[in-house]
């Protein structure tokens, strides 16, 4: 029955899910259980373009990525894809009213990895628009259930949200980025020699700012997805403290991480905090 291939199609994008992230998996277990699938549906998406660009070397990447974008575009008119990923990313994109501008935003990003790496202002400024923010509003069209008033309430919010936690992504993988693909996630540097601790500190006053405004707009969410997008924040917020602490030569000797431990202590002091109102 076709109700049966949609179903497996959001079970394999929860297994992407887990697979490639245990700490954004326990995160979406903190979702009421209405909003689970649709941010699979939308991980496992996103997951599979960005390892097109990231890790399926020796193919043509770029070939691979126009045709998982104009599958996706016929997917989502036709309302059904035999490609399972393909196929639960439409239905949550139909069900939600996602726009096709924000799936092509991503997507564009996820082009310009093939191609550029390195980042002027204005270039950088559209990769992390269509690699995190846009992410981020297709998330929150979930949120909102379909409530324009409410979603627009949200989105710039939400969009300083998804640039936070990309730039914090940029700053840890720093040296993963430049080692292994070859690019450099920091603006108006074109070169290694231009990766000082002074371009650091400008990059991490913006994210300070981002993590600020994207608190206010946590505050607002429907009560069924607070605590899972707020222990996100708390957890990228400790790790951006870390990293703040950590200089630029540090970065490019290891990986600064949160240990598991602490990410439950993290996930506790959210509990806690989401349900005393103290988020709010």
């Known amino acids: 029955m076709i109700t049966e291939y949609f179903d497996i199609s959001f079970e394999i994008n929860k297994a992407i899910t887990k697979k490639y ?23 496992g998406f996103v997951r599979i373009a960005d390892e097109i660009v990231d890790t399926f070397h020796g193919f043509d990447k770029r070939k691979l990525l126009n045709n998982f974008r104009e599958d996706t575009h016929n997917a989502i008119k036709e309302g059904i894809s035999t490609n399972p990923v393909i196929n639960a990313f439409q239905e949550v994109v139909r069900k939600y009213n996602i726009e096709v501008e924000l799936i092509d935003s991503f997507l564009d990003s996820m082009e310009m990895d093939i191609e ?6 204005l270039s950088y400024d559209k990769y992390v628009y269509g690699s995190a923010e846009a992410v981020g509003l297709m998330c929150l069209k979930v949120f909102c259930s379909g409530n324009e008033t409410e979603y627009n309430k949200l989105k710039y919010s939400a969009k300083k949200l998804g640039s936070a936690f990309q730039k914090v992504n940029f700053l840890r993988d720093i040296n993963s980025d430049l080692k292994e693909r070859g690019r450099i996630y920091l603006p108006d540097t074109d070169d ?22 994207a608190l206010e707009g946590i505050k607002k969410l429907p009560a069924g997805v607070k605590l899972g997008v707020y222990s996100a924040y708390i957890y990228y917020l400790m790790l951006f403290k870390k990293i703040k ?27 806690v905090e989401v349900k005393l109102e103290k988020v709010s």
């Not at 954004?24 to 941010?39: D, K, M, Q, T, V």
């Not at 602490?245 to 959210?270: C, D, G, H, Y």
């Open 116 to 121: 550029i790496s390195s980042h002027g202002r």
């Open 21 to 43: 992230s245990t700490s954004f998996s326990l995160g979406i277990l903190a979702f009421a259980p209405e909003y689970r699938n649709p941010i699979y549906g939308i991980y």
């Open 192 to 213: 290694s020699s231009f990766i000082t601790d002074e371009r650091k500190k400008l990059l991490e006053n913006e994210v300070e700012e981002e993590f600020k405004d």
């Open 245 to 271: 602490k950590t200089s630029i030569k540090e970065l490019f000797a290891r990986r600064i991480r949160i240990p598991n431990w602490l990410k439950a202590a993290l996930f506790v002091k959210s509990y």
